[in-house]
């Protein structure tokens, strides 16, 4: 399925499978894929080959051409709050595991839009939503730099830039 030096999307990291080794681990010897995070380079993840839900969680990642068509949908994405706080963390946290990159648009939008909301009225955030806009704008923003090959403090720039360009060019 994967293979030595392929790019992955292992939960919210994007990493590199640096290949495979078998250890020891609480007296049971298995197969392991040994995987490096790129944006952290101090840690080590360890995949057990044969655990199908920890495999599960390595996906690949987009092509360039996927994400511009990410951007293009990002105007017509719906979003929609999530009133009941416990719902709403339960739902992000499902979502970011998940690594589906339209759901992880549409919660940026709508704690974005949340935000924009609270500031209007002097007040900010959740610390939690904080958090989960954060998370989500690191995964997305990672994914992006590491495939179009621009630094992080470009994406969002970028993805603001493809959008105006996408509108003006609409029929």
Known sequence: ?????????????????????TKNFNGETKEYYVLKPVFNDTSTIFVPVD?????????????????YELIRSMPETDSEWIENETERKETYQAILNSGDRRSIVRMI?????????????????RVTDE?????????????????????????????????????????
Not at 2 to 20: A, F, M, N, P
Not at 109 to 124: E, V
């Open 1 to 21: 399925m994967y293979k030595v030096h392929d790019t992955i999307l292992y939960g919210s990291q994007i990493c590199r499978i640096e290949g495979d080794t």
């Open 51 to 67: 655990n199908e839900k920890l495999t599960q969680k390595m996906r690949r990642i987009l092509s360039a051409s996927e994400i």
């Open 109 to 125: 939008k709508a704690l974005y839009g949340q935000q924009q909301r609270r500031q209007a009225q002097g007040r900010r955030l």
């Open 131 to 171: 958090r989960f806009l954060k998370e989500a704008e690191r995964v997305l923003y990672d994914e992006f730099a590491l495939v179009l090959n621009i630094r992080q403090e470009q994406v969002l720039p970028f993805i603001l830039e493809q959008i105006e360009v996408s509108e003006k060019t609409k029929p």
